[in-house]
């Protein structure tokens, strides 16, 4: 079983890369999401354009996973409030990859997105240090720690002027269900 679903996902990044993107604070735009080491993330001051800040952002079950410059999955256990970063297969037979490391991704009339993970959102915590802030999933509210900025990293969506708000203008919202939802097979 372990080696199917490593050849699985193995077949999975060979096949769909995934948008490149960096996820930043709301309105803040040199914190992001980092991992700090293997299975840490934080958002993190950084002025630059690193490509080991970029996240992917790939279809995976009915939402997305989001994938950390490291190659692991950011993930919210059910029963905690703090977010990890694992590989996908790292929770074999314990649990599913639909319900630990999926994501939706909900677009904001007043900008900005909301990262959802089984009803609670991912939220900005207190600073760990000068430079970094704790990242958890929390109850979804009205929150400003809650939204954050999805911005393309990628050669067609060079301006970090245009990110996902005007691309989805540009294509005609096709992506956004009547919730909100960014789906990821439209």
């Known amino acids: 079983m372990y080696i199917l679903f490593t050849f699985i996902t193995t077949v999975v990044y060979a096949t769909f890369n995934g948008e490149i993107v960096q996820i930043r604070e709301f309105g803040v735009p040199n914190m992001r999401i980092v991992p700090v080491d293997t299975n840490k993330v934080r958002m993190s001051y950084n002025n630059g354009k690193n490509i080991e800040d970029s996240i992917r952002i790939i279809p ?16 919210a256990r059910m029963d905690g409030s703090n977010v990890y970063a694992f590989p996908l297969n790292y929770y074999s037979g314990y649990s599913t990859v639909e319900s630990d490391f999926t994501w939706k991704i909900v677009h904001l009339t007043n900008g900005g997105y909301r990262l959802k993970n089984r ?21 979804c509210d009205d929150s400003f720690e809650q939204v954050f900025d999805i911005v393309f990293n990628n050669d067609e969506y060079k301006d970090s002027a245009l990110n996902l708000p005007t691309l989805l203008a540009n294509s005609k919202n096709r992506f956004l269900d009547d919730n909100n939802y960014l789906h990821p097979y439209w």
């Open 60 to 75: 995976l079950g009915s939402g997305y996973g989001i994938r950390l410059s490291s190659g692991y999955y950011l993930t």
């Open 119 to 139: 009803n609670r959102c991912l939220e900005i915590g207190r600073k760990s240090n000068y430079k970094n802030r704790y990242l958890g999933v929390r109850t």
